[in-house]
């Protein structure tokens, strides 16, 4: 079955960075395209970044210069590497696949604040 496990995720101050990593298992993890959501508390689920398996990427205009998807197909990993993190970034991040149906991780908390 597909799985997808999130990890860090925390506390950072305005201007700090963080990465998340999210670990598939389940599919040929080469073969599809994988991205990132967010949630912020009363807000809709939003897409911040994808790659696909060209490694072609997109990007939320909110994250564009700031945020950087990419993918190890050897670890069936995906990143996000975020840098000049803002309060606004504030949110549970999740990672996607789409395997028939989408599949989603736990999420992982990211929170920006001083």
């Known amino acids: 079955q597909v799985q997808l496990v999130e990890s860090g995720g925390g506390l950072v101050q305005p201007g700090g960075s963080l990465r998340l990593s999210c670990t598939a298992s389940?599919?040929?993890?080469?073969?599809?395209?994988m991205s990132w959501y967010r949630q912020a508390p009363g807000k809709e689920r939003e897409l911040v970044a994808a790659?696909?398996?060209?490694?072609?990427?997109n990007y939320a205009d909110s994250v564009k210069g700031r945020f950087t998807i990419s993918r190890d197909n050897v670890q069936n990993t995906v990143y996000l590497q975020m840098n000049n993190l803002k309060p606004e970034d504030t949110a549970v991040y999740y990672c996607?696949?789409?395997?028939?149906?989408?599949?989603w991780g736990q999420g992982t908390q990211v929170t920006v604040s001083s």
């Open positions: 996607r696949a789409f395997v028939f149906r989408s599949y």
């Open positions: 790659i696909n398996q060209a490694f072609i990427t």
């Open positions: 389940g599919f040929t993890f080469s073969t599809y395209a």
